[in-house]
């Protein structure tokens, strides 16, 4: 683990944690790939811009998006995040939990991949909450 790789997971963490998107974008690489597997799905994107675009687009598409919980976890070449996310309020609130690995130079990210949970809606988390036993929320 390289000091470089060390402050991009530090840079990382704070873009997730303040949904500071234009600083994950200045973070990639010309030609990053940008890797989506949502539920039962994928698809890449190849570009900074086109990237960029389309993690922005997934985001605005939410009414009150909002992060609530984030781990940053430094790798070889890059960072794992782990991350919770919420929109909505109430019974029309939902709950997404997502992991993204990003592959770099230790400075710069070359490849984004996004393994999804998909959003969860009200009923479904009040049934997990009942009947899926969870160690830790």
Request: with cysteine; glycine share 8%; hydrophobic share 40%.
């Given at each position: 683990m390289t000091?470089?790789?060390?402050?991009?997971?530090?840079?990382?963490?704070?873009?997730?944690?303040?949904?500071?998107w234009?600083g994950?974008?200045?973070?990639?690489?010309s030609d990053?790939?940008?890797?989506m597997?949502?539920?039962?799905?994928?698809?890449?994107?190849?570009g900074?811009?086109?990237a960029s675009?389309q993690?922005?687009?997934i985001?605005?598409?939410f009414?009150?998006f909002r992060?609530?919980?984030?781990r940053a976890t430094?790798?070889d070449?890059?960072v794992?995040?782990e991350?919770?996310?919420?929109?909505g309020?109430?019974?029309?609130?939902h709950?997404?939990?997502?992991?993204?690995?990003?592959h770099?130079?230790?400075?710069?990210?070359a490849e984004?991949v996004?393994?999804c949970?998909?959003?969860?809606?009200?009923?479904?988390?009040a049934?997990?909450?009942a009947e899926?036993?969870?160690i830790r929320?």
């Amino acid at each position: 683990m390289t000091t470089t790789t060390t402050n991009l997971t530090d840079t990382v963490r704070r873009c997730y944690e303040t949904q500071d998107w234009d600083g994950l974008a200045a973070l990639y690489a010309s030609d990053v790939l940008l890797d989506m597997q949502p539920p039962g799905w994928r698809y890449q994107i190849q570009g900074a811009e086109a990237a960029s675009s389309q993690w922005k687009a997934i985001v605005d598409q939410f009414e009150d998006f909002r992060v609530t919980w984030v781990r940053a976890t430094t790798t070889d070449d890059g960072v794992v995040v782990e991350w919770e996310m919420h929109t909505g309020h109430g019974d029309s609130g939902h709950l997404c939990r997502q992991a993204d690995v990003l592959h770099g130079d230790g400075s710069s990210i070359a490849e984004h991949v996004v393994f999804c949970t998909g959003m969860w809606d009200a009923a479904t988390i009040a049934r997990q909450k009942a009947e899926a036993p969870m160690i830790r929320w």
